[in-house]
């Protein structure tokens, strides 16, 4: 099975901050990987897939980029309501597996 | 607009039998892959199951080979999750999630449900 690290596990950073997360695929998975967010309590929600396409609807301050194996989410200024968990997830084969998590919280 | 209701999960004993269900709306149900993902308390997500669009393939997390069997019934727009020999490590929420498909065959998971919990305790 694929492994995802992800990295880092946690971070804390301040409104208007630029935020970057990687996830590192054990083996190359071309560009099938996507990022999802977390709230607590809530289900998870799309923000991006193929790697860098954001979905509709998320703000354009969330982009990805990335082949085969490294992958980046960057938060070009982040905002009050981005303080979340965020996960990534190769879809490339099964079983499909999701990166540990990382979570952003207040500085 | 696409909602997606699981339903079907409780308290059940070690060694027991639950099945989990998503009732799916808003838009064509058998025109899409679907899968069910786990998240335990405090930890991350997990993916559990998928099947496809005739569910005629399916697939799993090794971690439940063998004990649980996904399914899905298109006449009535729901899909199942039928999971047996169930351990203390299986305690999660639940979530159903439809999944989206490229042309190049990269996927995603969108939307989710808003999960129903699975406690296995005596």
């Known amino acids: 099975a694929i492994q995802m690290t992800q990295s880092p596990s946690s971070l804390s950073a301040s409104v208007g901050d630029r935020v970057t997360i990687s996830c590192r695929a054990s083996q190359g998975i071309r560009n099938d990987l996507g990022w999802y967010q977390q709230k607590p309590g809530k289900a998870p929600k799309l923000l991006i897939y193929?790697?860098?396409t954001l979905q509709g609807g998320v703000p354009s301050r969330f982009s990805g980029s990335g082949s085969g194996t490294d992958f980046t989410l960057t938060i070009s200024s982040l905002q009050p309501e981005d303080f979340a968990t965020y996960y990534c997830l190769q879809d490339y084969n099964y079983p499909w597996m999701f990166g540990q998590g990382t979570k952003v919280e207040i500085k | 607009e696409v909602q997606l209701l699981e339903s079907g999960g409780g308290l059940v004993q070690p060694g027991g039998s639950l099945r989990l269900s998503c009732a799916a709306s808003g838009f064509t149900f058998s025109s899409y892959a679907m899968s069910w993902v786990r998240q335990a308390p405090a930890k991350g997500l997990e993916w559990v199951s998928a099947?496809?669009?005739?569910?005629?393939?399916?697939y799993y997390a090794d971690s439940v080979k063998g004990r649980f069997t996904i399914s899905r019934d298109n006449s009535k727009n729901t899909l199942y999750l039928q999971m047996n020999s169930l351990r203390a490590e299986d305690t999660a929420v639940y979530y159903c999630t439809k999944e989206g498909i490229a042309a190049t065959g990269t996927e995603w998971f969108d939307p989710w449900g808003q999960g129903t919990l699975v406690t296995v305790s005596s």
């Open positions: 193929a790697a860098s």
């Open positions: 099947i496809s669009i005739s569910g005629s393939s399916t």
